[in-house]
């Protein structure tokens, strides 16, 4: 495969690198159908150290024509695809793991819960959810952030209110000009209090975040089959 484009996501301010990698079958090719959330592995041609990295695949499955990737430039094989031009070629293999099988939850209220670059898998899920938007009930986004700066993918979750999705972004550290949540993902759930029958949610981070609103979720009457992992 090959790299079709690259976009810088992260501001300056946030003092991190971020980006949305597009990757697309060489000619003649075609990407297999995948579940949202799934990942893959990603390497360079001929090189094994660093070695390929696994990286969520932030595309919907019906786009057949290319893989996107949100990928924070960090020591490694991320560093290398961070900084690749157009045209270069790179090894991927997968798709692979679970993803968030929603096939089983149609009718149901969906809750995408992600921090940082954890919404990279959730982005999959949100615009297959938006192609078959009468399938499910209400969605809800919560996107936890450590500062207003680091946000990912502002523009794109803004706009998904006409597709009668809304979301909640909060941030850990605040700022003057900032009116959001301020706390944990687990925080705004809890103020929220989602009704836990009838729907289903998909978690995406550190682990520590993933446990905490496990924890969160059970509390509101969510069970575990209704509480998907992507791996």
């Given at each position: 495969m090959r790299v079709k484009a690259s976009e810088l996501l992260s501001t300056p301010e946030s003092g991190e690198t971020i980006i949305r990698l597009e990757i697309e079958p060489?000619?003649?090719?075609?990407?297999?159908?995948?579940?949202?959330?799934?990942?893959?592995?990603?390497?360079?041609?001929?090189?094994?150290?660093?070695?390929?990295?696994?990286?969520?695949?932030?595309?919907?499955?019906?786009?057949?024509?290319?893989?996107?990737?949100?990928?924070?430039?960090?020591?490694?094989?991320?560093?290398?695809?961070?900084?690749?031009?157009?045209?270069?070629?790179?090894?991927?293999?997968?798709?692979?793991?679970h993803g968030f099988d929603l096939g089983p939850h149609k009718g149901s209220d969906v809750y995408l819960i992600g921090v940082g670059t954890g919404v990279a898998p959730l982005r999959s899920v949100w615009r297959e959810l938006i192609t078959h938007r009468e399938d499910f009930g209400s969605v809800h986004i919560y996107c936890g952030f450590l500062t207003p700066?680091?946000?990912?993918?502002?523009?794109?979750?803004?706009?998904?209110?006409?597709?009668?999705?809304?979301?909640?972004?909060?941030?850990?550290?605040?700022?003057?000009?900032?009116?959001?949540?301020?706390?944990?993902?687990?925080?705004?759930?809890?103020?929220?209090?989602?009704?836990?029958?009838?729907?289903?949610?998909?978690?995406?981070?550190m682990n520590a975040m993933v446990d905490a609103c496990r924890e969160t979720l059970h509390n509101l009457d969510f069970d575990d089959r209704h509480i998907l992992l992507n791996f």
């Amino acid at each position: 495969m090959r790299v079709k484009a690259s976009e810088l996501l992260s501001t300056p301010e946030s003092g991190e690198t971020i980006i949305r990698l597009e990757i697309e079958p060489l000619p003649g090719k075609r990407i297999e159908p995948f579940i949202p959330g799934q990942i893959a592995r990603i390497g360079l041609p001929g090189l094994n150290d660093p070695k390929p990295g696994y990286f969520a695949i932030a595309s919907e499955p019906s786009r057949p024509d290319v893989f996107e990737f949100v990928i924070k430039h960090r020591p490694g094989i991320a560093s290398l695809l961070a900084s690749l031009e157009p045209g270069a070629t790179v090894e991927v293999e997968g798709p692979m793991g679970h993803g968030f099988d929603l096939g089983p939850h149609k009718g149901s209220d969906v809750y995408l819960i992600g921090v940082g670059t954890g919404v990279a898998p959730l982005r999959s899920v949100w615009r297959e959810l938006i192609t078959h938007r009468e399938d499910f009930g209400s969605v809800h986004i919560y996107c936890g952030f450590l500062t207003p700066c680091h946000r990912l993918l502002t523009d794109e979750l803004e706009a998904l209110a006409e597709h009668d999705i809304e979301v909640s972004v909060s941030v850990t550290n605040g700022s003057e000009d900032w009116n959001g949540p301020i706390g944990y993902v687990q925080d705004a759930l809890r103020h929220d209090a989602p009704n836990g029958q009838n729907s289903v949610a998909c978690l995406a981070g550190m682990n520590a975040m993933v446990d905490a609103c496990r924890e969160t979720l059970h509390n509101l009457d969510f069970d575990d089959r209704h509480i998907l992992l992507n791996f």
